[in-house]
């Protein structure tokens, strides 16, 4: 199968949250199976979507949560590429950064399709949260080996 729908992770700060990839391979397989697949958007088409989530350390200049922005074209690998910046700081709040990074990546799977798909409301995404496996989410290994992390350029 093709995946359709994926999620990688960038962050060039020397304190970057050291969670498994396994987050990534998760998300991606709920969205296929209670967004993509019941709504039947993105699986047949001939692109893909890409979420890059890249963690960076707040400044001044820095906007508050989540921010998804417009989408680049990578054409010739038929990828649209959305950015989405989260502040590393967030992550780290209440010494919870797995529960954390889980709540975030739910959140950026949210603001995505609410804003780009009109059939998905705010009602699905939020019953939608309660089909989180928290118990198998918080049972990967944190902080995960630098190989299990799998950030963009490892």
Do not use: C
């Given at each position: 199968m093709i995946k359709?729908?994926?999620?990688?992770?960038?962050?060039?700060?020397?304190?970057?949250?050291?969670?498994?990839?396994?987050?990534?391979?998760y998300f991606e397989a709920f969205v296929h199976n209670y967004i993509l697949q019941p709504s039947n958007i993105i699986l047949n088409g001939k692109w893909k979507i890409l979420l890059s989530i890249m963690i960076f350390r707040k400044d001044d200049n820095s906007p508050a949560g989540v921010n998804i922005y417009e989408p680049s074209i990578v054409e010739e690998e038929m990828i649209k590429y959305y950015p989405v910046a989260i502040n590393i700081e967030d992550i780290y709040a209440n010494d919870n950064p797995l529960e954390?990074?889980?709540?975030?990546?739910?959140?950026?799977?949210?603001?995505?399709?609410?804003?780009?798909?009109?059939?998905?409301?705010?009602?699905?995404?939020?019953?939608?949260?309660?089909?989180?496996?928290?118990?198998?989410?918080?049972?990967?290994?944190?902080?995960?080996?630098?190989?299990?992390?799998?950030?963009?350029?490892?």
């Amino acid at each position: 199968m093709i995946k359709q729908f994926l999620i990688k992770k960038v962050s060039t700060e020397a304190d970057r949250p050291p969670y498994s990839h396994k987050v990534e391979e998760y998300f991606e397989a709920f969205v296929h199976n209670y967004i993509l697949q019941p709504s039947n958007i993105i699986l047949n088409g001939k692109w893909k979507i890409l979420l890059s989530i890249m963690i960076f350390r707040k400044d001044d200049n820095s906007p508050a949560g989540v921010n998804i922005y417009e989408p680049s074209i990578v054409e010739e690998e038929m990828i649209k590429y959305y950015p989405v910046a989260i502040n590393i700081e967030d992550i780290y709040a209440n010494d919870n950064p797995l529960e954390n990074i889980v709540s975030l990546y739910f959140q950026i799977i949210s603001l995505f399709f609410l804003s780009n798909y009109q059939s998905i409301t705010n009602e699905y995404m939020l019953d939608l949260k309660e089909k989180l496996d928290w118990e198998y989410l918080l049972s990967l290994p944190y902080p995960a080996p630098y190989p299990e992390q799998k950030y963009v350029g490892d």
